[in-house]
């Protein structure tokens, strides 16, 4: 759910653009302070990650309960105000060269806000107006852990964007309805079905090149569900690789037939990943010699995975997965951490995605025989 809040790729301005105006008004109650502003060409948060250009970060001041602010823009941008860096509070704006838009802010805590100026961004605010209630309902059920309540909250998220488009096919707004569905927990195929039955005119929006990028990005997903599904049938050999270990030599899983392993997919930069290394490293000690981990570092420069094997003192065998290597799609790994357990035959006999205190029960049951 997280990757629906905002895609955090900033661009810088270029020169010789227009100013699209923005004004927010504030209740009076908010004293004056700073916020920080930041845009991000629509057209580059189109790319892949690794091709997006660099970020800016501006400062606007907040003055006797008013935001003016001139983006210096050349092309459609999405901006962001971060009134709450800490909580995740911020309000999203959709705009195109010599646009003007004023965001209304009734209150900062909760948010509620609402947008004029554009038909676009009228119709996004109040589709956030009535997605926050969602939002939050998911947030109460994260913090009491009700996966229930989370999976109903996805689902009912998702039906209000699905019913918006089936209802307003042609309003600007409709592909931003489209582009924030949730695709998680099965929504791919969802989003694929409301992205091929959205109207030509839908290609004219500014948003269109996001639309399709993770068009592109649902349907390789699927495609890794589809290898994972496989790879977890309890019949599949676990692909074999060959990866460096801190002292540079070759460390292949093949070596490691006869025994467990747990293959760990994770990074220094990944919370979940570090939260999990206690458990991990309690199993590891407990069922030693029968298992053996290798920890493959992902995503990362080499000297990051090296500082973070020093930092969290990792006892297993640690390799480092190189940038265009194509192990994550051998193993069809989406998130992080990836755990990926090989019985001693070398077959894969189970997978987990994220830090599930289930995997070590399964863990137990595999190597005990029960």
Do not use: H
């Amino acid at each position: 759910m997280q990757k629906m809040i905002m895609t955090a790729a900033l661009v810088l301005g270029l020169s010789g653009a227009d100013a699209a105006k923005v004004t927010v008004n504030f209740p009076s109650c908010v004293k004056d302070t700073t916020y920080t502003f930041v845009m991000s060409d629509i057209a580059n948060l189109a790319k892949p990650r690794s091709e997006r250009q660099a970020v800016k970060y501006d400062s606007v001041k907040l003055v006797n309960g008013v935001v003016n602010y001139d983006m210096n823009i050349a092309a459609p941008t999405q901006s962001s105000i971060i009134l709450d860096d800490n909580n995740g509070t911020y309000i999203n704006l959709f705009a195109s060269p010599d646009d003007n838009l004023t965001v209304n802010v009734s209150s900062v805590s909760p948010l509620e806000y609402s947008v004029a100026g554009t038909p676009l961004m009228e119709s996004v605010s109040l589709l956030n107006a009535r997605a926050a209630a969602i939002l939050n309902r998911y947030r109460e059920n994260i913090t009491s852990g009700n996966e229930s309540g989370m999976e109903q909250a996805i689902n009912d998220y998702n039906e209000l964007f699905k019913k918006f488009i089936a209802a307003n096919p042609n309003d600007p707004a409709a592909v931003y309805a489209l582009i924030s569905m949730d695709v998680s927990m099965g929504g791919g195929e969802d989003y694929l079905t409301a992205y091929n039955a959205m109207p030509e005119s839908m290609t004219s929006s500014i948003l269109y090149p996001i639309a399709v990028a993770k068009k592109a990005s649902v349907e390789k997903s699927i495609e890794a569900d589809k290898r994972m599904e496989a790879l977890a049938s309890g019949e599949t050999m676990a692909p074999d690789f060959t990866l460096k270990n801190l002292e540079g030599k070759d460390v292949k899983l093949s070596d490691f037939r006869g025994k467990w392993v747990i293959i760990d997919f994770w990074g220094s930069w990944c919370g979940w990943c570090i939260k999990g290394f206690p458990k991990l490293k309690d199993a590891y000690e407990q069922y030693q010699p029968e298992l053996e981990i290798i920890g493959v570092d992902c995503n990362e420069p080499e000297a990051n995975w090296r500082k973070g094997v020093e930092k969290y003192q990792l006892p297993w065998v640690n390799v480092y997965n190189p940038e265009g290597s194509r192990l994550l799609a051998d193993y069809g790994v989406q998130g992080f951490p990836t755990k990926v357990i090989v019985n001693p035959e070398g077959k894969i006999a189970d997978i987990t995605i994220g830090e599930n205190p289930a995997f070590f029960d399964t863990l137990a049951k595999l190597i005990n025989g029960k």
